[in-house]
């Protein structure tokens, strides 16, 4: 009788969570119920779904497959779910499923002024919860931390009414990381080096994007944080002149890690910087260096690597 009353209780407690309303970058979005037919963008993205236990409010995923690959974790998570579009969705796919969620971000899924946007997605019955760390395409945002992720979990929680499952997941991460960070000297950060691609010009990770979370949080500095933007293209110079002591390599697409490093270090106008020196590269696989659940074990590698003489 008792576990019976504690169900009635939870079940009443979950039935009044509704309508709930999150904040989506500069929006105030309200939901009546929680999704039943949700659409997530990009491997991190769904991931963050997969965690909180979603898979079942889900009618498939777009973004992944165009530009990455699936380790055997996620494939297994998803292998229920239909690909819609191997990169971006047009509004055609999204509504075509019948979704009526849209977990996306801006450069992950939507981009400003294109096709899908909340507001172009607002009249088909579509929803959108945008992506913390994209938000500064669409307005102000402070600096990039691991609020972000852990933000658009318990966001996650209550629009889909597994808000309990969310605090439980963040309070998991948060002890995680302090353990995993417990001995780190941030008096004396290491200079690093985000890179990501590109060989003329590379594309790196700015002030607002979650590399720069997980540098600090392991004991370093981006050496690009005064970037006033996410992801970007800058010159190489900027980077030789602040001589980053670590370049961690983002490893997604057809140019593999080992390429990036072998490219660095067979550059010779790489040869003085501290890190091609020293041989210090640390690799991040795309779904950690992006906001989502393998934050931490990112923090951890690069606790590690910087570690490492």
Known sequence: MKYALIALLLSATSAAAFPVT?????????????????????????EMMLVLGLRD???????????KTLDPEMREGVAELPELSAKYPS??????????FFFGGWNYGMKVGGEVTPETLEPLGIKTYELTESCIFVGPKAKSSMDD???????????????????????????????ATKG???????????YDSGEDT?????????????IEAAGGVNIMDDLDKSWATVAWEP???????????????????????????????????????????????????????????????????????
């Open 22 to 46: 999150v904040k989506s970058c500069n929006r105030d979005v309200t939901f009546d119920a929680a999704p039943k037919a949700a659409i997530s963008n990009d491997v991190n993205l769904t």
């Open 57 to 67: 409010h889900m009618v498939g995923y777009t973004g992944i497959s165009g530009w």
């Open 91 to 100: 509004k055609e796919v999204l509504a075509g499923a019948d979704a009526d």
């Open 149 to 179: 992720m852990y933000n658009d979990l318990l966001n996650l929680g209550l629009i889909f009414g597994v808000e309990d499952k969310a605090k439980a997941l963040v309070e998991g991460y948060k002890a995680q990381l302090a353990e």
């Open 184 to 194: 780190v000297d941030h008096s004396n950060p290491l200079r690093v080096f985000v």
């Open 202 to 214: 590379p594309f790196t990770a700015g002030k607002y994007a979650m590399p720069t979370a997980l």
């Open 239 to 309: 980077v030789v002149e602040r001589n980053p002591q670590v370049i961690v390599i983002v490893n997604y697409g057809d140019v593999t890690a080992e390429q990036k490093i072998a490219f660095m270090k067979g550059n010779p106008a790489f040869a003085n910087i501290d890190a091609v020196k020293n041989n210090r590269f640390v690799v991040l696989e795309y779904v950690e260096a992006t906001p989502g659940p393998r934050n931490i074990k990112a923090v951890e590698k690069l606790v590690a690597g910087f570690a490492a003489q």
